[in-house]
């Protein structure tokens, strides 16, 4: 997303939101349309209700919206919630990379792809920090014994190598057709290839979040 980031938006908000970019179900122009529905199980109320700042939610409002104006984005949806009310929830654009594209709506569904490594997966990590029961900085073989017999640089990769895709191990592979347990895949990823020492280069990895799902 050319013109905003995950990090920018919170940065506006000051809270916690979701933001659903149509690169994954559309295209299009700008233009926002407010939604009059509420989140299945979330009340949406006054944001002053939810303890959040109007004058926030515009700048958050805005800056999605010029994204959507201003690059290939097609379209999005941005839900601000806090203590469980939703204060703000709107959709930006079309809801197709196409000429004749509905309008985006607040309800549509989109596929999350690999969001869910950050969204899940690394979510659910964190709470494992949280909790003591993972540390960042501990090798993987200390909770996945293949890695810890496979020694050398699998031997070395960490949970934060993992997580920032710097464990060195490869895209991903093929699987599809084949009958594996998670156990198994587990053990293909530490007896196979390593391309680059740990910590050393960024190579975006699908066999990292498979590790971490383990």
Not at 11 to 16: H, K, S
Not at 105 to 131: M, W
Not at 180 to 203: H, K, M, N, S
Request: proline share 8%; net charge positive.
């Amino acid at each position: 997303m050319p013109d905003i980031s995950r990090r920018r938006l919170l940065q506006a908000l000051g809270t916690g939101a979701a933001l659903a970019p149509a690169g994954l179900a559309a295209a299009g122009g700008a233009g926002a349309s407010a939604a009059a529905a509420t989140v299945p199980g979330l009340p949406m109320a006054d944001p002053a209700r939810a303890g959040l700042l109007p004058e926030r939610l515009a700048v958050a409002d805005a800056l999605v919206a010029r994204a959507v104006a201003g690059s290939g984005i097609p379209g999005a949806v941005l839900l601000v919630a806090r203590g469980g009310i939703v204060g703000l929830r709107r959709a930006y654009g079309h809801s197709r990379v196409r000429p004749d594209a509905p309008p985006m709506a607040p309800d549509t569904i989109f596929d999350l792809a690999s969001l869910t490594k950050p969204v899940a997966t690394g979510t659910a990590v964190a709470q494992l920090v949280e909790a003591g029961r993972v540390e960042l900085d501990a090798p993987v073989g200390r909770y996945l014994a293949p890695f810890a017999r496979a020694g050398g640089d699998k031997a070395r990769i960490t949970i934060r190598h993992l997580l920032t895709h710097a464990a060195g191990l490869p895209a991903g592979g093929a699987y599809g057709g084949k009958t594996r347990t998670l156990d198994q895949i587990v053990g293909e990823i530490a007896g196979g290839r390593q391309i680059a020492p740990p910590g050393q280069r960024f190579l975006y990895s699908d066999f990292s979040f498979i590790t971490l799902g383990a």
